[in-house]
T-cell receptor, first 114, second 114 residues
Framework: DGGITQSPKYLFRKEGQNVTLSCEQN?????MYWYRQDPGQGLRLIYY???????QKGDIAEGYSVSREKKESFPLTVTSAQKNPTAFYLC?????????????FGPGTRLTVL | GNSVTQMEGPVTLSEEAFLTINCTYT??????LFWYVQYPGEGLQLLLK?????DKGSNKGFEATYRKETTSFHLEKGSVQVSDSAVYFC?????????????FGQGTTLQVKP
C-alpha cells in the first residue's frame, strides 16, 4: 500500500536534547512538507521541499532543521533552540508543488518535552 | 497574504441533522480551496477540493461550493452520522508562487450524538 509513514508515534525528550522525527513516503511524490499542530491553532508550516536536495523555510522554521537527501525521505530535527517543542507534528507530500495538488498526510508524531 | 477563517467550534449535532461549517477566505489571484478532516489521534485526510470559482467539491455526502463573489467555501452535509465526529479544516493555497503551500484555518470540532 502506498502512503506516508511517520515514526515514532509518541516521542518524549528532555529539555536541551535534539530529536529527529522520521517521515517516509512511497507515493513517488516530489514535494514534502512538515507542519506543527497546536490545540486550537490549526496547522503551521515548518519546512517544505519541492525536490531532492532542496528545501525552504516555512512560517515557523526557527529551532528546526531538515534534510532531503532522498526523494522518499524528509526527516525533521527539533533542536534545543526550539522554545516550545511540545506539539503534534505532521508530515505531508504531494505530486509536485502545484497549487491544485492534494497533500497527503502521515499519521503524525506527538512530541512531549519533559 | 492569503488567509482563511472558519467558524469556531465545537459544533454539536444530533444524528441525521443538517451540517454547515462556515469558511471564508481572503486571497490574491485564484487559490484552490480544500476541506480536510482529522479523526482523533490521526493525520489529516482530504475530504474535498475545488480549484476554480463555482466548482463544487463533494465526497461522502459532504459538499462545498467555491464562491468567489462571497469569498466562501462552506462545508455542508444533509444528514450527519456519529462517525462524522472529527475536526474539519478549511485550507487554501498560499498564492506566493507555485509552491503547493497551504494555509489552514484553525479547525472546527464536530461532535455528533446518537
Amino acid at each position: 500500500d502506498g502512503g506516508i509513514t511517520q515514526s515514532p508515534k509518541y516521542l518524549f525528550r528532555k529539555e536541551g536534547q535534539n530529536v529527529t522525527l522520521s517521515c517516509e513516503q512511497n507515493l513517488n511524490h516530489d514535494a514534502m512538507y512538515w507542519y506543527r499542530q497546536d490545540p486550537g491553532q490549526g496547522l503551521r508550516l515548518i519546512y517544505y521541499s519541492q525536490i531532492v536536495n532542496d528545501f525552504q523555510k516555512g512560517d515557523i522554521a526557527e529551532g528546526y532543521s531538515v534534510s532531503r537527501e532522498k526523494k522518499e525521505s524528509f526527516p525533521l530535527t527539533v533542536t534545543s533552540a526550539q522554545k516550545n517543542p511540545t506539539a503534534f507534528y505532521l508530515c505531508a507530500s504531494s505530486t509536485g508543488g502545484a497549487g491544485t495538488d492534494t497533500q497527503y498526510f502521515g499519521p503524525g508524531t506527538r512530541l512531549t518535552v519533559l | 497574504g492569503n488567509s482563511v477563517t472558519q467558524m469556531e467550534g465545537p459544533v454539536t449535532l444530533s444524528e441525521e441533522a443538517f451540517l454547515t461549517i462556515n469558511c471564508t477566505y481572503t486571497a490574491t489571484g485564484y487559490p484552490s480551496l480544500f476541506w480536510y478532516v482529522q479523526y482523533p489521534g490521526e493525520g489529516l485526510q482530504l475530504l474535498l477540493k475545488a480549484t476554480k470559482a463555482d466548482d463544487k467539491g463533494s465526497n461522502k455526502g459532504f459538499e462545498a461550493t467555491y464562491r468567489k463573489e462571497t469569498t466562501s467555501f462552506h462545508l455542508e452535509k444533509g444528514s450527519v452520522q456519529v462517525s462524522d465526529s472529527a475536526v474539519y479544516f478549511c485550507a487554501l493555497t498560499d498564492g506566493s508562487g507555485n509552491t503547493g503551500k497551504l494555509i489552514f484555518g484553525q479547525g472546527t470540532t464536530l461532535q455528533v450524538k446518537p
